[in-house]
T-cell receptor, first 114, second 113 residues
Framework: DTGVSQDPRHKITKRGQNVTFRCDPI?????LYWYRQTLGQGPEFLTY????????KSRLLSDRFSAERPKGSFSTLEIQRTEQGDSAMYLC????????????FGSGTRLTVV | GEDVEQSLFLSVREGDSSVINCTYT??????LYWYKQEPGAGLQLLTY???NMDMKQDQRLTVLLNKKDKHLSLRIADTQTGDSAIYFC?????????????WGLGTSLAVNP
């Protein structure tokens, strides 16, 4: 297992288009998180899955955002009708049931909406 | 509410010690973390401390926790140019049961040769 993988690394899209990002967590981790990070800021929590169940969704996540983790393994984050304000780094992290050892982050997907 | 604050910049000379400070507000946090982020890269967990500990040492890294003042610090001994990065302090929120992390804005560490 090589850690948390995110795909793609970079995405440039035109305003109004839909985009989908994928995250493959560490295989034995049952918790999966999506965060968003903009320049000069710390990561902001977006949503959290325990296995396949989405247990929390931030108020930051408008109706244009949806996330899934259909089999409790990989997850997808879709943004519909992208806006320039959606430009950010989207980070995925996973952790085991006990988070004592912190969260392992992927390298992120950098989204640029033009 | 939950909040984590850090100073934004720190500049040190190579070989000196660096001390990065952080304050947090959630007294019920169980774990506090330090992450490192290099330019264009993801977040790398450096170390963490459980809230019933005062200090943790891991090679060149020393974490000090003052729970009464809700103050956390990260000391890097013999700082090297490769330590130049942004360092984030984060607390594990007890809100709900999701253990999401609440982050500071990050401290940008510049190491001068």
């Amino acid at each position: 297992d090589t850690g948390v993988s995110q795909d793609p690394r970079h995405k440039i899209t035109k305003r109004g288009q839909n985009v989908t990002f994928r995250c493959d967590p560490i295989s034995e981790h049952n918790r999966l998180y999506w965060y968003r990070q903009t320049l000069g800021q710390g990561p902001e929590f977006l949503t959290y899955f325990q296995n396949e169940a989405q247990l929390e969704k931030s108020r930051l996540l408008s109706d244009r955002f949806s996330a899934e983790r259909p089999k409790g393994s990989f997850s997808t984050l879709e943004i519909q009708r992208t806006e320039q304000g959606d430009s950010a780094m989207y980070l995925c992290a996973s952790s085991p049931r006990t988070e004592n050892y912190g969260y392992t982050f992927g390298s992120g997907t950098r989204l640029t909406v033009v | 509410g939950e909040d984590v604050e850090q100073s934004l910049f720190l500049s040190v000379r190579e070989g000196d010690s660096s001390v990065i400070n952080c304050t947090y507000t959630d007294s019920s946090s169980t774990y506090l973390y330090w992450y490192k982020q290099e330019p264009g890269a993801g977040l790398q967990l450096l170390t963490y401390i459980f809230s019933n500990m005062d200090m943790k040492q891991d090679q060149r890294l020393t974490v000090l926790l003052n729970k009464k003042d809700k103050h956390l610090s990260l000391r890097i001994a013999d700082t090297q140019t490769g330590d130049s990065a942004i360092y984030f302090c984060a607390e594990s929120s007890n809100a709900g049961n999701n253990r999401k992390l609440i982050w500071g804005l990050g401290t940008s560490l510049a190491v001068n040769p």
